[in-house]
């Protein structure tokens, strides 16, 4: 069966329409946008992974565990666009659009809710790491966090689960699907059931924490400027000897509260516009299948975002991902090529690959 040109009219099935209107076999700029979305997404969380093994130094951080868990989630987002990807393209033809729908819609607000969660996590974290740096690896454990990660899998997963049993659609992600357009109805108690449940929460937890990681680093700021003022002379007796002074351990904590603030900011930026239109359209207030899909995909690009954040801001990682680049190359015979370039620094061996 064709999925694409109903006996009715419709849009829903080619959002923005380019394949109705020209009557062309497949919606063009709706599969090229999936097929560019999937690659990026696929190819981005895969260097994620694959630098977290390569830098050791990454491992230093607990956020370490939210991050690759994190990457792994995105990775399987990235996985999961091949449906609709293939659907689009008319491929296989016997596929049983109701449970097919269903299943994608569910996964994909799985893996999302994942990333929400692990966000909020990191966020308490970074605010545990600031606020009571004494007592934080008392508090923050491997044992804990493995439990957390598993939570928030366990969680994400029930909250959607209604979705099966006709109670409203978890979201749009399944749309380029004719049965899911037409007759999967949004509700507005199941989206304000997930609202409460889930995106309210995490948006709250990340403003709590953000805004107080941020008052305390402003007030540390402060008051190393005083002191500055006060006793120049030994601030610079300080710096000649080569310490990092008091205060020197909260630098790396701020740059990378910034760093991970920046990937949450970024996440809402981009996540902000599908949560406001599932609800106007869950309210019935609007009803733009364009914009759905609009939405939906730019929701779900914040998947390839976190490593070009990554790669922007941690110089942590720019140099996993240089070590990384460097094992490649060694393995597809260029590394004579890599001599012209000097040898290594021996103070950054430690981050090698130990492939």
């Known amino acids: 069966g064709n999925y694409f040109f109903p006996g009715r009219a419709s849009n829903h099935s080619c959002p923005l329409g380019w394949g109705l209107n020209e009557g062309l076999e497949a919606c063009v700029l709706e599969t090229a946008v999936i097929v560019l979305l999937t690659v990026l997404i696929i190819a981005g969380n895969l260097t994620v992974i694959f630098v977290f093994h390569c830098a050791p130094l990454l491992h230093h951080y607990t956020t370490s565990y939210f991050i690759q868990t994190m990457a792994y989630a995105d990775l399987l987002v990235g996985l999961s666009c091949l449906v609709p990807t293939l659907s689009l393209l008319h491929y296989p033809a016997g596929v049983q659009e109701p449970i097919t729908c269903q299943v994608f819609s569910y996964v994909i607000s799985v893996l999302k809710s994942v990333s929400m969660a692990c966000l909020a996590c990191i966020s308490v974290d970074r605010y545990l790491a600031i606020t009571k740096p004494l007592s934080y690896n008392q508090l923050v454990t491997p044992c804990r966090l493995r439990g957390c990660i598993t939570l928030i899998w366990v969680y994400s997963s029930l909250v959607f689960l209604p979705s099966f049993f006709g109670w409203g659609k978890p979201g749009y992600h399944g749309d380029i699907f004719e049965w899911c357009a037409h007759s999967w109805p949004t509700s507005a108690l199941f989206t304000g059931f997930v609202v409460c449940l889930l995106y309210a929460p995490a948006a709250l937890v990340v403003c709590f924490t953000y805004y107080h990681i941020f008052r305390i680093c402003q007030q540390h700021n402060r008051e190393i400027s005083e002191r500055r003022a006060r006793f120049p002379s030994q ?105 012209d370039f000097g040898e290594p620094k021996p103070r950054k061996r430690a981050n090698s690959c130990s492939i």
């Open 235 to 339: 601030e610079m007796e300080a710096g000649e000897g080569g310490g990092n002074g008091h205060h020197g351990g909260h630098g790396p904590d701020r740059r990378y509260a910034m760093v991970l603030f920046r990937i949450t900011s970024v996440f809402y930026m981009l996540w902000l516009p599908y949560i406001i239109y599932f609800l106007l359209e869950s309210s019935h207030v609007l009803d733009s299948p364009a914009l759905s899909f609009i939405t939906t995909w730019l929701a779900i690009s914040n998947s390839f975002c976190n490593c070009v954040i990554y790669s922007l801001s941690n110089s942590v990682f720019r140099l996993g991902m240089r070590r990384l680049s460097q094992t490649m190359c060694s393995f597809s015979h260029c590394a004579a090529d890599d001599r």
